[in-house]
């Protein structure tokens, strides 16, 4: 038979567990209740010979967050023999369990790079992504980042697009600004 202290001790420990699944399912819904910015990473892609160049800016958020994947259409990836920025490898989905057939597809059309980068609310990160070819077509990268907080961590996506010159070229999150051209080596401008 189990003392009083104990079935007290159990039931506070289930209300903990109880709370912070409830806080994790949450966590969303909360920022939208009340209205707050969702963070974004803005995203801005540039061409030289031998790189392509993303250039990434954490936005409407005091805290860190993390760039955990980059992918993009394998064909065009690997025609242009783009390899994974410093950080980052080739990582594809597995393809087992319940979405095994989803990952198939999505390895056979995609080619993505799994890593871990640093965001810091509006400081500017410049990815390179080395490449064979010297000249560039069209390109779209997109990405996943987290927070770097542990507890109620958000996870969310950018994209962006590279047009050769004479050609409009967008950001993915804002559509706003046309993509500069940056020649920086620099990991941080």
């Known amino acids: 038979m189990r003392s009083p202290k104990m079935k007290w001790a159990i039931i506070i420990v289930l209300i903990i567990v109880a709370l912070f699944i409830v806080?994790?399912?949450?966590?969303?819904?909360?920022?939208?209740?009340?209205?707050s910015p969702m963070p974004k990473v803005e995203a801005q892609l540039s061409?030289?010979?031998?790189?392509?160049?993303c250039e990434l800016t954490l936005r409407q958020t005091e805290k860190n967050f993390y760039v955990i994947s980059f992918s993009g259409d394998r064909t065009?990836?690997?025609?242009?023999?783009?390899?994974?920025p410093v950080g980052f490898s080739v990582a594809p989905f597995e393809e087992s369990g319940p979405s095994a057939e989803l990952s198939k597809k999505l390895n056979a059309e995609?080619?993505?790079?799994?890593?871990?980068?640093?965001?810091?609310?509006?400081?500017p990160v410049q990815v390179i992504f080395p490449a064979?070819?010297?000249?560039?077509p069209a390109l779209e990268?997109?990405?996943?980042?987290?927070?770097a907080q542990t507890f109620m961590k958000m996870t969310s996506?950018?994209?962006?697009?590279?047009?050769?010159?004479?050609?409009?070229a967008t950001?993915?999150?804002?559509g706003k600004a046309p993509l500069p051209s940056a020649e920086s080596e620099a990991r941080r401008p």
Do not use: C, W
Request: hydrophobic content about 40%; glycine content about 12%; overall charge positive.
């Open 23 to 35: 806080l994790r399912v949450v966590n969303p819904v909360l920022m939208v209740l009340t209205k």
């Open 47 to 53: 061409a030289s010979p031998g790189k392509i160049v």
């Open 76 to 84: 065009s990836m690997e025609r242009i023999g783009l390899q994974p």
């Open 110 to 123: 995609e080619l993505r790079f799994a890593g871990r980068l640093l965001l810091k609310p509006g400081e």
């Open 132 to 136: 064979t070819a010297t000249e560039f």
């Open 141 to 147: 990268i997109s990405g996943m980042y987290e927070s």
């Open 157 to 168: 996506g950018f994209h962006a697009k590279y047009k050769p010159a004479g050609e409009q």
């Open 171 to 174: 950001t993915g999150n804002d």
